[in-house]
């Protein structure tokens, strides 16, 4: 998977409130994204700016400082699935409707009382306490061994023989 949170200057973020349709996480609220294409493995980003295209109409110049701020881990059954998180900015509004949901540009102020799914609950708590940052952030998906409620876990991604 290759995501979007793409924020106005008015510091709104552009989420979509997923149709009830919609087979993964019918009626929350999500961001721009969806899955990479066989051509796409080695270029999320390229993911990513297919994918705002496709649900919001929004072109790549439109976007500013598209950069990778986030790779999530996490086991789905037996499978291994990777999903990088990119944050840009843009005011540009969406010009197309899209069968998968609606877009709304929400007031950062107000994103974490949507009905989110977990994983994307759980990275913006964590963006809006950190804030932007120049390194990108790791994230592994698990259980808290005391609570066995889930949970991730941040770290910094840098290479350790640059440190």
Known sequence: MSTALLWNSRNELLMMKRSLTRTLSPGLWAAIGGHLEPDELN????????????????????????????????????????????????????RITTPEGELHWVPKDLVLERPLPFIFRNLLEHYLDVGPTTTPWIGSAGVNEQSHLPTIHWHPFVDPMEV
């Open 43 to 94: 270029n999320p980003r390229a993911a990513c700016l297919r994918e705002i295209w496709e649900e919001t109409g929004i072109e790549h110049d439109e976007i500013q400082g598209l950069r990778l701020q986030y790779i999530l881990l996490r086991l789905n059954g037996q499978e291994v699935r990777q999903q990088f998180f990119y944050v840009g900015s843009t005011d540009v509004n969406p």
